[in-house]
């Protein structure tokens, strides 16, 4: 009896998602609780594990597919899993008997030394038209190839060559450059489509442009205190939590501190409510292979640096791993940006809707200031708040950047709460 793999519940407000990767092909064993494919939505990955142990019987949804909660995915049949003929194989065996010819060449071989993977549409067009994989430039995820790539290269009469006679020299043509003109716009570009997450990144982005009414306000820190109270205790610290005392667990602290005295920064328009919020579930951005993704501290005024620091650290490796939950994702009250690990030194970051602030780091230079009437070489960093100002008046904004600029550059403040 077949049991059915169906897309499970995404989470709140994620009713769709993309079907990424199988990590099982049809005829393979699969044990119970066995990942067997990667879906992909537009907040985070997640993995569709076996409800039943056997054969992966069918696929029934392909990479890169859409697919709704509840569609069918595939089935898991009865069996040992006896390994499945390879696609080339039968459509091999179902070519009739023909003279013999020079053998066709292998596939070529990706980066990784593995032959380009086709997709099952894909490979039948291959077959049938006696194309050459290696030679086809795949545009799914991974380089696979899709469907429509086989379809153009059959189309365009892309065949492979027979193979060269055992010891005979192949005479390559000499390359003859254009007599004139650029070369066709089209050979210069690459379309590959957009990953869900990367869709709703550009959506959110973008409404947060238009519904809020965005402003920024810059200031600038000196940063000798925070970095010589780092210098000081960054070993003794790391040996008594076992994390690294890093500068984000103090601009997370210094920021609670103003979000305390200014709760219109920690507060959301709801229609025609303003939601002020007492707690301070603080988002820290993380840049990834497939996106900028926001994960959230929960609660961080309970708790100690080290707590923030590790927190941190565990959520930037699942987010660099694809192993973030909808749970870790949502419900932030306010976000801090780090572009300094870039190198940037000024930006004006946009709202993580539906936050009302969200504070950007930057890359700590050393410039010249004037202190006590000296000129002093400073470690410096501008700092940026971007605010909803149907919320958020100017002196509610500016003041709370002169708070955080003061934690920084007395920490003690934030041990006092000042």
């Known amino acids: 009896m077949s049991v059915e793999i169906k897309v499970p519940a995404l989470g709140e407000s994620v009713t769709e998602a993309t079907v990424a990767r199988w990590l099982k092909k049809p005829g393979e064993a699969v044990a119970m609780d066995e990942p067997l494919v990667e879906l992909e939505t537009d907040k985070v990955t997640l993995e569709v594990n076996a409800t039943a142990a056997g054969v992966l019987e069918s696929v029934a949804a392909e990479e890169g597919a859409n697919v709704e909660v509840g569609a069918l995915l595939g089935s898991i049949g009865e069996g040992s899993g006896s390994p499945a003929a390879k696609p080339a194989a039968k459509a091999e065996a179902a070519k009739p008997a023909a003279a013999p010819a020079a053998a066709a060449p292998a596939p070529a071989k990706t980066n990784g030394g593995e032959a380009p993977i086709a997709m099952p549409s894909a490979a039948k067009i291959i077959a049938e038209n006696n194309l050459d994989a290696g030679a086809i430039a795949g545009s799914g995820k991974g380089g696979r190839i899709l469907k429509e790539d086989a379809q153009n290269a059959a189309a365009g009469g892309s065949k492979p060559a027979a193979a060269p006679a055992s010891g005979s020299v192949i005479e390559v043509p000499a390359f003859t450059r254009p007599e004139s003109g650029p070369r066709p716009q089209k050979d210069r570009e690459e379309r590959v489509r957009m990953t869900k997450l990367r869709k709703t990144i550009a959506t959110r982005l973008k409404q947060a442009q238009n519904?809020?009414?965005?402003?920024?306000?810059?200031?600038?820190?000196?940063?000798?205190?925070?970095?010589?109270?780092?210098?000081q205790y960054k070993d003794s610290f790391e040996k008594k939590h076992g994390v690294k005392l890093g500068f984000m667990s103090f601009f997370v602290k210094a920021c609670i501190v103003a979000l305390k005295e200014l709760p219109a920064v920690n507060a959301e328009i709801d229609g025609d409510?303003?939601?002020?919020?007492?707690?301070?579930?603080?988002?820290?951005?993380?840049?990834?292979?497939?996106?900028?993704?926001?994960?959230?501290?929960?609660?961080?005024?309970?708790?100690?640096?080290?707590e923030v620091e590790k927190t941190i650290g565990d959520l930037g490796r699942k987010a660099r791993d694809g192993k973030l939950s909808m749970a870790d994702l949502t419900g932030g009250t306010f976000t801090i940006s780090n572009g300094g690990v870039y190198g940037s030194l000024m930006s004006t970051p946009i709202l993580n809707p539906p936050q009302s602030g969200i504070l950007g780091m930057h890359k700590i230079q050393e410039r010249p200031m004037a202190v006590g009437g000296k000129v002093e070489i400073r470690p410096m960093m501008y700092l940026a708040l971007s605010y909803d100002h149907r919320i958020i008046d100017g002196r509610e904004a500016v003041t709370f950047l002169v708070r955080v600029k003061e934690c920084l550059e007395d920490p003690q403040r934030i041990l006092l709460d000042m």
């Not at 519904?211 to 210098?231: C, K, P, Q, S, W």
């Not at 409510?273 to 309970?302: E, M």
């Open 211 to 231: 519904n809020a009414a965005m402003l920024t306000t810059f200031n600038e820190v000196d940063m000798t205190a925070l970095m010589a109270l780092r210098n």
């Open 273 to 306: 409510d303003l939601v002020y919020k007492n707690y301070y579930d603080i988002g820290v951005a993380v840049g990834t292979p497939n996106g900028l993704v926001v994960p959230v501290v929960r609660d961080a005024d309970g708790l100690s640096f080290a």
